[in-house]
């Protein structure tokens, strides 16, 4: 298994540090979320140590998902949650505040006033021309990698 001994989620997985689990298994481990944005707030986290979802094994990153898809089913029949927010954020400029990939199982309830982090009323749509401008930048980056 790939570790960082310095990193929390590496330590919390391998059992040396504090946590509230939900699910584990060889590949994962979800957890609660110490400063929860709800109550239920829950991360999954892979084993296996990649600061960010580049360098996330692909195979892991499919076991990741499939994982947050069977705690979001708890989230729903445990806690009664009327949606589920998934979110994992990438870089310190979205947010990641510790650098191990991990998803955000964020349990919803209607009226919650949470929001999206998406308004899709506060945004305006692109013209094509330009959205054609960065769907080649992305696709010219592709092809190198």
């Known amino acids: 298994m790939v570790r960082d001994e310095n990193c929390i989620f590496c330590n919390i997985a ?30 999954v986290v892979p084993k296996d140590h990649a600061p960010n979802l580049a360098e996330l094994d692909p195979g892991i990153g499919c076991h990741l998902f499939r994982t947050g898809q069977k705690v979001a089913a708890a ?10 927010s998934v979110f994992l954020a990438d870089g310190a400029a979205a947010g990641q505040d510790v650098f191990h990939s991990h998803l955000h199982l ?7 006033g949470l929001g999206s982090a998406f308004r899709a009323d506060e945004v305006e749509m692109m013209p094509r ?14 092809q190198k990698a």
């Open 14 to 43: 391998a059992g040396e540090a504090p946590s509230s689990k939900v699910f584990e298994d060889d590949v994962c481990v979800a957890f609660l979320d110490v400063a929860p944005i709800r109550p239920g707030h829950t991360l």
């Open 75 to 84: 989230l729903y029949g445990g806690l009664g949650c009327d949606g589920v």
């Open 106 to 112: 964020l349990p919803r309830y209607e009226g919650d």
């Open 129 to 142: 021309e330009e959205l054609d401008e960065v769907a080649e930048k992305i696709k010219s980056s592709l």
